[in-house]
């Protein structure tokens, strides 16, 4: 069964700071992961997605990192800003056509970034 | 383009009633997932549809079922309504079923039970 497990589940930085949040999966089967994030209240925003053959993607301030081997995902954020609040989230898509469709969810870390 | 869909945003319902959830996936996408969100559980998979089948279903009892129409629009229903279904229930849309190209959510309906 895989399970997803996100640490530190609360995160409180200074603006300015650069900063790493963990998610480790139990199941190197994955077909993708995809890091999220969520506003209190809202929908999920698609950050960033790599897929299995993948070893980072990057957007901006944001680089995701994937190691299957040791199932596990860093999302590096670069100077951070009170903007960046909000709880993120990494989900894994498992290999098999009886996976389409279903991510398998962390329980996020919420990140709060002080001017 | 135009996000995904979901309608009501907010819905409040009494237990033992039915309710029916909207979701319109990006126009062109053809799967739509759904979850259920809760601060104890976090997000569950409920059910995904492709070409108006069923793909995948998670683990919930018989009370949660949905549907896609020839459009893509999706619904889901929950029948019988208990006060643990209280959540927020997000819905996803992928261009196929299996697609590598991830997967964009919906703003959610809040289900309150009461």
């Known amino acids: 069964k895989q399970e997803v497990t996100q640490i530190p589940a609360a995160l409180s930085v200074p603006e300015g700071e650069n900063l790493v949040l963990n998610c480790s999966f139990t199941d190197s089967a994955i077909y993708n992961l995809q890091w999220f994030r969520q506003d209190p209240g809202k929908g999920l925003t698609s950050l960033l997605l790599?897929?299995?053959?993948?070893r980072e993607q990057t957007s901006g301030r944001l680089n995701a990192s994937l190691d299957k081997s040791s199932g596990r995902s860093t999302l590096y954020i670069a100077a951070s800003q009170p903007g960046d609040s909000a709880t993120y989230l990494c989900?894994?898509?498992?290999?098999?056509?009886?996976?389409?469709?279903?991510?398998?969810f962390g329980q996020g870390t919420t990140l709060q970034v002080k001017p | 383009k135009a996000g995904v869909t979901q309608t009501p945003r907010y819905l409040i319902k009494t237990r033992g009633q039915q309710v029916t959830l909207s979701c319109s996936p990006i126009s062109g996408h053809r799967s739509v997932s759904w979850y259920q969100q809760t601060p104890g559980q976090g997000l569950q998979f409920l059910f995904e549809?492709?070409?108006?089948?069923?793909?995948n279903k998670g683990n919930f009892p018989g009370r949660f079922s949905g549907r896609q129409f020839s459009n893509s629009r999706s619904e889901m229903n929950v029948s019988t309504l208990e006060l643990g279904d209280s959540a927020l229930y997000l819905c996803a849309s992928s261009l196929v079923t299996g697609d590598s190209g991830g997967y964009t959510f919906g703003s959610g309906t809040r289900l309150t039970v009461v």
């Open positions: 989900a894994v898509r498992r290999t098999g056509s009886s996976n389409t469709g279903k991510l398998i």
């Open positions: 790599i897929q299995s053959s993948q």
């Open positions: 549809y492709f070409s108006e089948t069923q793909r």
